[in-house]
């Protein structure tokens, strides 16, 4: 008995001595988790050398991600914004309209996504595999 109320006593004075000084939770702040990152800068590569203000007259295209005419029209109509061509140089748009057609196929799809963005058929083999080089 002596030995159990020794025992308790030591208990509780160390538990009070380890005892934190203030109540508090400690919070940690992961970094966002960005699948698309890797191919967002593949693709600004490929279409551009990551020039936000490129534009090419042939197709009209513009931006980081080289946005053509009817792909910001489809944007507009699908998602019921009212962007503009001259907003396509703006990166947040042009990352946001981007980033609205690669989650519609999900975030481990990189050559679908990719293919996808530059139109269809066979050039989309020779843009995958320049694509390929910057991830």
């Not at 538990?15 to 400690?26: D, W």
Request: net charge positive.
């Amino acid at each position: 008995m002596k030995r159990m109320i020794i025992v308790t006593f030591l208990m509780l004075l160390f538990s009070r001595t380890f005892a934190p000084t203030h109540a508090g939770i400690v919070i940690y702040s992961l970094p966002p988790v960005e699948p698309f990152i890797k191919l967002i800068y593949a693709v600004g590569m490929v279409e551009g050398m990551c020039d936000t203000m490129a534009y090419n007259p042939l197709e009209k295209a513009a931006g980081f991600f080289q946005i053509r005419p009817v792909r910001l029209e489809d944007y507009n109509y699908r998602t019921g914004s009212n962007f503009t061509m001259t907003d396509i140089f703006n990166y947040e748009i042009s990352e946001k309209i981007f980033l609205y057609y690669a989650g519609k196929m999900g975030p481990y799809k990189l050559e679908e996504i990719a293919r996808n963005w530059n139109g269809s058929g066979q050039k989309t083999e020779d843009y995958w595999r320049r694509i390929k080089q910057y991830l």
